[in-house]
Nanobody
Framework: QVQLVESGGGLVQPGGSLRLSCAAS????????MGWYRQAPGKQRELVAV???????TYADSVKGRFTISRDNAKNTVSLQMNSLKPEDTAVYYC?????????WGQGTQVTVSS
């Protein structure tokens, strides 16, 4: 089964930026639409950004204009550039196929936005 490894999270002040990366063990990135999901404490996991195999991107309203998803098929990676971060962006971030997962979840990467 394909394994997904997320990285790049951390503690950042409001207004700051982070770049998340997701590395896949197989060629899933080049075959399927991929997405970044997040789960805040006490809340359900939500899909915040999607990139199709044709590089069309869509975003949740809450992150539109601030987050940018991209993919590198040669490296089997998906990235999420997050700018103008807000405290409400605090969550564990995961990548997987979108709109629904086709492989098991990785461990995620924690993003904390706080002053």
């Amino acid at each position: 089964q394909v394994q997904l490894v997320e990285s790049g999270g951390g503690l950042v002040q409001p207004g700051g930026s982070l770049r998340l990366s997701c590395a896949a063990s197989g060629t899933i990135v080049s075959i399927y639409s991929m997405g970044w999901y997040r789960q805040a404490p006490g809340k359900q996991r939500e899909l915040v950004a999607v990139i199709t195999s044709g590089d069309t991107t869509t975003y949740a309203d809450s992150v539109k204009g601030r987050f940018t998803i991209s993919r590198d098929n040669a490296k089997n990676t998906v990235s999420l550039q997050m700018n103008s971060l807000k405290p409400e962006d605090t969550a564990v971030y995961y990548c997987n196929t979108a709109p629904g997962p086709k492989t098991s979840w990785g461990q995620g990467t924690q993003v904390t936005v706080s002053s």
